[in-house]
């Protein structure tokens, strides 16, 4: 019985951790950091968000809100590779599957509208279809940089790390981006943060590319680890299970 209830625990523990994401620390340095950008897009000069108190999760996958369309905006890349850094989304069933949002000419201020089709077919800006399709509505972020493709899911990473940080409006402060005229930063509104250097080598600031997208709401989907270790904790249930019936099975007989 011991056995089976500490079996129990660590089942418990394993579908806690399927259900959390990855956070990181963003580093702060003498050029303008993550903070720095988010405090200067706010009207007042103080943004509610603390870089590392407040990100956003989960943040791996996300659907478009409504039959709209998500808004996007870049805010600011800060990178030797501003040139070459290209952001899109995904197909969450396979990330060899992608659509390329920004390519390396955009810069502060670029925007694009994404969406969906009743077919799955990526639709960007008023109607444009891009002739590719994804599984689902469901989709992730990538940065594809020189040093490889970066994915908004840790576990599609080749190692394991996070590199983007992602944080939500709280439908009160009020902020510029761009051009655009200042407005309240929604509760569907959310500012994502890239790092495009491999960690640990890298300066981990995540203002390498900074963007802003609207109308889209996050899916909590497990990293492939966590679903792995979750599984192992129902096959050790299992196995316990197993045990106890064989234990029962041989007092039956012992009592004949």
Request: aromatic content about 12%.
């Given at each position: 019985?011991?056995?089976?209830?500490?079996?129990?625990?660590?089942?418990?523990?394993?579908?806690?951790?399927?259900?959390?994401?990855?956070?990181?620390?963003?580093?702060?340095?003498?050029?303008?950091?993550?903070?720095?950008?988010?405090?200067?897009?706010?009207?007042?000069?103080?943004?509610?968000?603390?870089?590392?108190?407040?990100?956003?999760?989960?943040?791996?996958?996300?659907?478009?809100?409504?039959?709209?369309?998500?808004?996007?905006?870049?805010i600011i890349e800060i990178t030797a590779n501003s040139g070459s850094n290209a952001l899109g989304i995904f197909d969450a069933a396979d990330k060899t599957n992608r659509v390329e949002l920004y390519n390396g000419s955009a810069s502060t201020?670029?925007?694009?509208?994404?969406?969906?089709?009743?077919?799955?077919?990526?639709?960007?800006?008023?109607?444009?279809?891009?002739?590719?399709?994804?599984?689902?509505?469901?989709?992730?972020?990538?940065?594809?940089?020189?040093?490889?493709?970066?994915?908004?899911?840790?576990?599609?990473?080749?190692?394991?790390?996070?590199?983007?940080?992602?944080?939500?409006?709280?439908?009160?402060?009020?902020?510029?981006?761009?051009?655009?005229?200042?407005?309240?930063?929604?509760?569907?509104?959310?500012?994502?943060?890239?790092?495009?250097?491999?960690?640990?080598?890298?300066?981990?600031?995540?203002?390498?590319?900074?963007?802003?997208?609207?109308?889209?709401?996050?899916?909590?989907?497990?990293?492939?680890?966590?679903?792995?270790?979750?599984?192992?904790?129902?096959?050790?249930?299992?196995?316990?299970?197993?045990?106890?019936?064989?234990?029962?099975?041989?007092?039956?007989?012992?009592?004949?």
């Amino acid at each position: 019985m011991k056995i089976f209830r500490h079996l129990l625990t660590v089942t418990a523990g394993s579908l806690l951790l399927a259900g959390q994401a990855f956070a990181v620390t963003v580093q702060t340095g003498s050029e303008t950091s993550l903070q720095q950008i988010l405090d200067d897009i706010a009207v007042d000069g103080d943004n509610f968000i603390d870089v590392n108190a407040n990100q956003y999760t989960p943040s791996s996958f996300w659907k478009v809100q409504g039959s709209g369309g998500s808004f996007s905006q870049i805010i600011i890349e800060i990178t030797a590779n501003s040139g070459s850094n290209a952001l899109g989304i995904f197909d969450a069933a396979d990330k060899t599957n992608r659509v390329e949002l920004y390519n390396g000419s955009a810069s502060t201020g670029s925007q694009q509208v994404i969406g969906f089709d009743t077919s799955n077919q990526v639709v960007l800006g008023l109607g444009n279809a891009t002739g590719t399709f994804f599984a689902d509505s469901l989709f992730g972020f990538y940065l594809d940089t020189p040093n490889g493709i970066f994915y908004s899911s840790p576990g599609l990473n080749d190692d394991g790390n996070q590199y983007m940080v992602a944080y939500q409006g709280n439908d009160d402060e009020v902020i510029q981006v761009g051009n655009s005229a200042a407005g309240v930063w929604g509760s569907n509104e959310y500012i994502f943060g890239w790092e495009d250097t491999f960690l640990p080598g890298s300066d981990q600031d995540f203002q390498d590319f900074v963007f802003i997208a609207e109308s889209i709401y996050s899916v909590n989907v497990p990293e492939p680890s966590e679903l792995a270790l979750a599984l192992f904790g129902l096959g050790l249930i299992g196995v316990g299970v197993a045990a106890r019936r064989s234990r029962r099975s041989d007092d039956t007989t012992l009592a004949i």
